[in-house]
């Protein structure tokens, strides 16, 4: 059985010239890396496998390039985020250029006829299998400013700043609730009255890095997500806050320690179950923190986190537990 994404699978069966094109908000996967053509994706871990591949590989909040034979965009599962990429594809492309459509029928492929309409393109459906559709259409003036879906809510007293490739966009969510209750019962621990280096990964809109820095902590935020990276930046400009953030696979592009390591980490890939990311959370942990540094998380309850932070850390305790989340922390034992 074939591990290539359903999507690619239907591309990789067209008979179309795709040489030279842009791939926008892909996958990963090794046909079309190994392929010709360009990325434009949010995706840390995509645009680094291009460019290893010799690929050019464009930020979502960079420019692609301006001329290309044709586009395909991978509908993402928010369709506030497919509206984005439809906005910033008509904004950065010239009128008439090719683009297609392609998504899983579960994730919603199937509105795109109707969100085109909203945006004045024609649509045509070109192929339909492996559970996926695949559209045509073309380039339009811009009628939406991809500007316009950034989003200001405010939680837990902070402003915070929000664009559709976020997690949890324009709310918070339960865990994150639940982990900033639990470090209010349960403080980062003191370290002698200097300020706190404190490392928020999977930062998102940045509200547990604002958080922290209110509390007075010396905050570096991570996500690999480059939406989130500008959110997060927003979200401590907007509180008068300070910190640093960078795009970073985990601890992948970061240099140095912290005392204290908080994280509501992801365990899905679009639709996919993914636990890689909060595995390597959890296992590289001990290694960016200094000796009596702690890590604490929000997770499912299911989730098997508690064999990991036995593994990494050899003990942990539970700070809250409200039966769908549980936050834990350990420490780094003293050497």
């Known amino acids: 059985m074939s591990t290539q994404p359903p999507a690619c699978q239907l591309l990789a069966r067209q008979d179309a010239d795709y040489r030279g094109w842009l791939w926008v908000a892909p996958p990963r996967d090794g046909w079309l890396e190994s392929g010709e053509g360009s990325v434009w994706s949010a995706e840390l871990d995509v645009c680094d496998a291009w460019r290893q591949a010799g690929r050019p590989a464009y930020g979502a909040l960079s420019a692609p390039p301006a001329k290309v034979p044709g586009a395909v965009l991978f509908w993402p599962k928010s369709h506030a985020l497919g509206e984005w990429w439809l906005a910033a594809l008509n904004a950065s492309l010239p009128v008439g250029t090719p683009l297609q459509i392609v998504g899983e029928n579960q994730g919603g492929i199937k509105r795109v006829p109707k969100i085109l309409e909203g945006f004045q393109q024609e649509c045509r459906k070109l192929d339909t299998a492996r559970r996926c559709t695949l559209f045509a259409t073309r380039t339009v003036e811009p009628v939406r400013d991809p500007d316009a879906v950034w989003q200001t809510f405010t939680a837990e007293g902070l402003t915070l700043e929000t664009h559709p490739g ?41 509200i547990l890095a604002a958080w922290l820095a209110r509390q007075g ?26 910190g640093t953030v960078v795009q970073s696979n985990v601890y992948r592009q970061l240099e140095g320690t912290f005392e204290a390591i908080v ?7 679009q639709r996919a179950v993914d636990y890689g990311p909060a595995e390597r959370l959890i296992r590289e942990a001990p290694a960016h923190l200094v000796d009596g540094g702690s890590l604490t998380l929000v997770a499912n309850a ?32 003293w050497r």
């Open 166 to 206: 976020v997690f949890g966009h324009g709310k918070l969510d339960e865990g994150t609730r639940l982990l900033m209750e639990a470090l209010q019962q349960s403080p980062l621990p003191a370290r002698g009255g200097a300020s706190l280096r404190a490392l928020d990964v999977g930062c998102g809109d940045g």
């Open 217 to 242: 902590c010396e905050v570096t935020a991570v996500d690999i997500n480059e939406f989130a990276v500008e959110a997060t930046r927003r979200t401590l400009a907007a509180n008068q806050l300070t």
């Open 263 to 269: 994280s509501n980490p992801p365990f899905h890939q």
């Open 302 to 333: 299911f989730l098997p986190y508690p064999d990991w932070l036995e593994a990494a850390f050899g003990s942990f305790e539970i700070l809250a537990d409200n039966r769908r989340f549980r936050v834990y922390r350990a420490i780094k034992a």
